[in-house]
Structure formats: structure tokens, C-alpha cells
């Protein structure tokens, strides 16, 4: 009897060594599926990260290289207007020139006190006395200068320049 027992003892002890062995090596195949299962998703997480990695170098470049062109761009931009800046200048000094060689000397005379111009006075009063006297019911504005031609505002011709006719 004590053999019996003796006998089951080490029977339920294999059994339960086995299942335990058995328990042990599941645990560890899972353990290393699982390992690998992990060591895959890392892979794929550093091959993610290269390309995230490449596409930011990439994009990076690219806004460089836009942001250079956009100086490039501004900077002739900047060149342009100021040579047409200068060319203008020129024009506008060249005209000048010519303007002050082509001008007669002629002085305007300020209007008096009560806001009248003597030189439109004078005119006016010719004008009465060619025309018998017939433009005195008009109105002081009729008896000023002719206004002056588009051509010449373009020009910069002013009324001062124009007086003398």
C-alpha cells in the first residue's frame, strides 16, 4: 500500500511536471511570437521613420530652394523698380532741361488785395475796347486764360509758360 502511494505520488508528480513543462514551453512559444511580432513592428516603425525622415529632408530642400527663388525673384523685382525708378528720374530731369531751354522768361503777377490780377485786368479791358465794350455784362471767369490743351498737362506745361500769347 505504501508502494501504491508511493507509486501515485510520483505518477501525479510526473503529471503535474509535465503539464507544467508543457504550460512552460506555450509561454515561451508565445513569448517569442510575441518578440517577433514586436521586432517586426519595429522594423516597419524604422522604415516609417527613414521615409518620414528622406520626405521632411526633402520638403525641407524644396522650401529652401522656393525660398531662394522668391529672394532671387524680389531682389530683381527690387533691381527693376529701381531702374525704372532711375529712368524716370531721367525722363523727368530731361524734361526740365528741355523746359527751362525752351521757356521764355515771363513773370506772373500775384493778384492784388481784393483778389483781382492785373494782367487779366488789362486783357479784359483791351478786349472792351476791340469788341466796343460788349463783354462787360460777362462774368470775371470768361475773361481768364484759354484752359490748356491735355497734350500740354501731360508735357508739364504750365499756365505760367502759356501766358505770354
Given at each position: 500500500?505504501?508502494?501504491?502511494?508511493?507509486?501515485?505520488?510520483?505518477?501525479?508528480?510526473?503529471?503535474?511536471?509535465?503539464?507544467?513543462?508543457?504550460?512552460?514551453?506555450?509561454?515561451?512559444?508565445?513569448?517569442?511570437?510575441?518578440?517577433?511580432?514586436?521586432?517586426?513592428?519595429?522594423?516597419?516603425?524604422?522604415?516609417?521613420?527613414?521615409?518620414?525622415?528622406?520626405?521632411?529632408?526633402?520638403?525641407q530642400q524644396e522650401a529652401e530652394r522656393a525660398l531662394g527663388e522668391r529672394d532671387q525673384t524680389l531682389a530683381q523685382l527690387r533691381a527693376h523698380v529701381a531702374?525704372?525708378?532711375?529712368?524716370?528720374?531721367?525722363?523727368?530731369?530731361?524734361?526740365?532741361?528741355?523746359?527751362?531751354?525752351?521757356?521764355?522768361?515771363?513773370?506772373?503777377?500775384?493778384?492784388?488785395?481784393?483778389?483781382?490780377?492785373?494782367?487779366?485786368?488789362?486783357?479784359?479791358?483791351?478786349?472792351?475796347?476791340?469788341?466796343?465794350?460788349?463783354?462787360?455784362?460777362?462774368?470775371?471767369?470768361?475773361?481768364?486764360?484759354?484752359?490748356?490743351?491735355?497734350?500740354?498737362?501731360?508735357?508739364?506745361?504750365?499756365?505760367?509758360?502759356?501766358?505770354?500769347?
Open positions: 500500500m505504501l508502494e501504491a502511494e508511493l507509486e501515485e505520488a510520483r505518477s501525479e508528480g510526473k503529471a503535474i511536471y509535465a503539464e507544467m513543462c508543457r504550460q512552460c514551453r506555450a509561454l515561451q512559444k508565445e513569448m517569442e511570437t510575441h518578440r517577433r511580432q514586436q521586432e517586426e513592428e519595429v522594423m516597419g516603425l524604422r522604415k516609417k521613420l527613414e521615409t518620414c525622415q528622406r520626405e521632411a529632408e526633402a520638403a531702374d525704372m525708378e532711375a529712368k524716370y528720374e531721367e525722363i523727368l530731369h530731361t524734361r526740365r532741361k528741355e523746359k527751362h531751354l525752351h521757356r521764355e522768361p515771363c513773370s506772373v503777377p500775384r493778384a492784388d488785395s481784393q483778389g483781382t490780377q492785373p494782367h487779366l485786368l488789362s486783357k479784359s479791358k483791351n478786349l472792351k475796347k476791340t469788341l466796343g465794350g460788349k463783354l462787360a455784362d460777362q462774368p470775371r471767369e470768361t475773361l481768364a486764360l484759354p484752359s490748356l490743351p491735355s497734350w500740354s498737362l501731360k508735357l508739364g506745361v504750365h499756365r505760367a509758360t502759356w501766358t505770354n500769347s
